[in-house]
């Protein structure tokens, strides 16, 4: 098509240096689908803040207390904000996308949903990074994409903690969020899944720990993503208008 250019994707500038590193960060944002009942997202919220929750404690418990972490829990709604956890209504806080990226940057592990800016955010400034079980096609069909491509990213799907044959994220919209719809209740009604999906959680926090206790002269796996993609902070975009706008004028 001689219309169309291609343009490296919209994002933060890859981090290059790295501090000392603590804490888990929950990141919900891109979570929210406007197909998507607000009970169903917000019940997703509280399913994998409890069992994220849950994770920590673990995680400190098995650890050194120089080494304990805290869970920070990033939302882009106020409906999830308030709806998150009843008993603490500062569970959750929303900041600017630049605090966001700062955490990101700060924390030993990102546990986060597959939205695209999500994806390359955390693959520019994050450390480990854990995808969250995707709540729509789109999570999943970019995590696949993602994979396709060769960069290594650790992922969750609701399969783990069912028992049950893995979503077809092929399907129409609505018959996969109905898919997950099942999954998600599924999961919230049976306590052995929420252990599952608590262990997959822990297991991630495990790892990351271990991996920023000690130097590490490589960078984090998903910051394959940019390196495969490339990365613009919009220049790359206005370059190309000019060009085509200086052609037909």
């Known amino acids: 098509m001689n219309n169309v250019v291609t343009v490296p994707p919209l994002g933060p500038p890859p981090r290059t240096t790295a501090g000392p590193l603590k804490d888990v960060l929950l990141n919900f944002g891109g979570?929210?689908?406007p197909l998507m009942p607000k009970e169903e997202y917000v019940a997703y919220a509280r399913l994998i803040y409890s069992a994220a929750k849950r994770a920590v404690n673990l995680r400190n418990a098995a650890l050194p207390k120089s080494q304990h972490a805290k869970l920070i829990v990033?939302?882009?709604?106020?409906d999830v904000a308030r709806g998150i956890d009843p008993q603490d209504p500062e569970a959750a806080r929303m900041v600017l996308p630049d605090e966001a990226l700062d955490l990101m940057?700060?924390?030993?592990?990102?546990?986060c949903t597959a939205g695209l800016g999500n994806l390359y955010a955390a693959g520019a400034v994050a450390n480990a990074v854990l995808l969250l079980p995707p709540l729509h096609e789109g999570h999943a069909i970019q995590t696949h994409l993602v994979r396709k491509a060769?960069?290594?990213?650790d992922a969750m799907d609701w399969h783990e903690?069912?028992?049950g044959a893995p979503i077809n994220y092929y399907n129409?919209?609505?018959?996969?969020?109905?898919?997950v719809s099942k999954a998600q209740k599924e999961v919230i009604s049976s306590g052995q899944a929420q252990k599952a999906l608590t262990d997959r959680m822990l297991a991630a926090m495990l790892q990351s720990a271990d991996s920023a206790a000690g130097p590490s002269a490589q960078d984090p796996p998903l910051r394959a993503l940019i390196t495969t993609f490339g990365q613009d902070n919009g220049d790359a975009m206005a370059a190309r208008i000019v060009d085509?706008?200086?052609r037909v004028t």
Not at 74 to 78: E, K
Not at 150 to 153: A, D, L, M
């Open 31 to 33: 979570m929210v689908n």
């Open 74 to 78: 990033l939302v882009a709604s106020l």
């Open 105 to 111: 940057a700060s924390v030993e592990l990102v546990c």
């Open 150 to 153: 060769g960069v290594s990213v």
């Open 161 to 163: 903690f069912t028992g």
């Open 172 to 179: 129409g919209s609505l018959e996969v969020m109905d898919d």
């Open 244 to 246: 085509v706008l200086s």
